[in-house]
């Protein structure tokens, strides 16, 4: 399957740490992308990085992609209650225009203010 | 409107008994996608229309389940003699073009089969 797997299922802080998460893969990917998803609401679009890129930043957030380890992190800097929630990493099929996107099970984190 | 739309938000339905979901995406969005979300699991693909063409159901898990989207806006996903097993939330997503670009999420259908 090329479904991506999280790493930590769960991660819990204290406000103004630092989080990472991880996520690996399995066959080629064209792009791989982060979202959030807080609970009961869908998921919202965090970043998205390209297979020829070896990182990208967006704010507190940087994500780093290592095609050879087929493995993505994300980092979220100086956390914040608000950035409690479930993070999911979503892959695509390397070759495919179809868009079909093949989500882990996701990382639950928890902010302590 | 802004966002993906879906509705209804909550579905409460006997086993056996058909339900219809549906979808608004994001005006001029190209790419539509269903999935279905176990509680506590990520996103599992259903099925994607690129304009009104369905061209990937690999994913809807049995003949019960049908999608289309006639005129390449609106989608509709259908469940026939829903089972126990269908509870779970259904999620929609739109994109602007066909891939490599982000999906923009609905709030999902939360379907409840008793």
């Known amino acids: 399957s090329q479904q991506g797997e999280e790493d930590p299922q ?14 690996s893969y399995k066959t080629s990917i064209n792009n791989l992308q982060w979202y959030r998803q807080n609970s009961g609401r869908g998921l919202v679009h965090l970043i998205l990085i390209r297979s020829n890129e070896r990182e990208k930043h967006s704010g507190r957030l940087r994500v780093t992609l290592d ?27 390397g070759g495919s225009t179809l868009g079909r996107l093949y989500f882990g099970r996701g990382t639950q984190l928890t902010v302590w203010p | 409107g802004a ?14 008994q058909d339900v219809a979901l ?15 979300q176990a509680l506590g699991q990520g996103p599992e693909f259903l099925t994607y229309f690129q304009n009104e063409a369905q061209l990937d159901k690999s994913g809807l898990p049995s003949d ?20 126990q097993e269908d509870s779970a939330v259904y999620l929609c997503a739109s994109s602007r073009m066909y891939s490599n670009q982000p999906q923009h999420f609905g709030d999902g259908t939360r379907l409840s089969i008793l």
């Open chain 2, 22 to 36: 549906r979808c608004d995406p994001i005006s001029g969005h190209v790419s539509l996608f269903w999935y279905q």
């Open chain 2, 3 to 16: 966002g993906v739309s879906q509705s209804p938000r909550y579905k409460v339905a006997k086993r056996g």
């Open chain 1, 10 to 23: 769960a991660l819990s802080i204290q406000e103004g740490e630092n989080a990472t998460m991880n996520c």
């Open chain 2, 64 to 83: 019960r389940f049908f999608a289309e989207r006639p005129e390449g806006s609106v989608s509709t996903l259908k469940i026939q003699r829903t089972q």
């Open chain 1, 67 to 93: 095609t050879s380890k087929k493995s993505s992190s994300l980092l979220i800097t100086a956390s914040r209650a608000a950035d409690t929630a479930s993070y999911f990493c979503a892959t695509d099929e």
